[in-house]
């Protein structure tokens, strides 16, 4: 198979996957179910999230604002947090499992 | 493709490197690079192209640093680019799943991880269309956004904030191996 070939194949996989997901996600927001996320009550007049609000409040105009990056050391740092746990979980496994491999 | 290490790990850095040639101790001519410094052009494509995707979620999660345009637009990108990664990584997720039962807990870790992220990331992406208010709008779009989809976005953007160190990191030593070639400043260190 050649690979302009294979990679439509797979986009089109790809794609079948994402509309599976989307066509889920649009029948639990019809479904009554779609409270156990949004809250009870009618779904369209409740409240955002803070996070939400906090964006519609800051501002709809375009560009960055490199003044107020403690939202991007937060996001980075939270990010940086997560994955050196990981690193050093992993790192503890291998290394107890090298310890294993040579006691046994 | 079948019977070739999977794209993105590190025995397709390891194939890539190869074995050293017997004359492998004797400098390499002016504008080549040593064996062990060629990176595929496909794992050089992985690497930029992932480490890019990881800084744009970055940047779309700070919304206080982006502001709503850049975030939204940024989203677009990203669901864009979540396509491409995945039609990329397409050949490993078949060959995973049909492996799971005989495969390391490691590996099923790595793909129940990446099966979390692909939901999350997809309705994240998704609900954030549906409530998109700048973006959508400069396109000519309206679209009715419910605090059904608000509630989802802000949900799903949490739980993809975790899931994505947690997918990087799992890769660490590829990139490790990986990086160290990238940044390794030869000239012609790509092979095609």
Known sequence: ?104 | MRGQPPCGSLETVKASAGPPAPDSTRPAPAGTAPARHRIPARTWLDFWFDGALLAAFTLAYSLGFTGLAVHEWLGLGIGLALLLHLTLHWDWVVRTTRRLLSRSGRDRGIWLVNLALLLAMTLCVLSGVLISRVALYQLGISVPGTSFWVSLHDTTAKLTLALVPVHVAMRWRWILSVGRRVLHRDPGRRSQ
Do not use: C, K
């Open chain 1, 1 to 104: 198979m050649s690979g302009p070939v294979r990679f439509t194949r797979h986009l089109i996989a790809v794609l079948l996957v994402v509309a599976a997901v989307t066509a889920l996600a649009v029948a639990w927001a019809h479904s009554s179910e779609a409270s156990w996320l949004a809250g009870p009550g009618p779904v369209s007049h409740r409240r955002p999230p803070p996070q939400i609000q906090l964006a519609r409040r800051a501002d709809n105009g375009p560009g960055l604002r490199l003044s107020d990056s403690g939202d991007l050391i937060r996001t980075a740092l939270i990010e940086s947090a997560i994955a050196a746990a990981v690193i050093a979980l992993s790192a503890l496994r291998r290394q107890r499992r090298r310890m294993t491999r040579r006691t046994s």
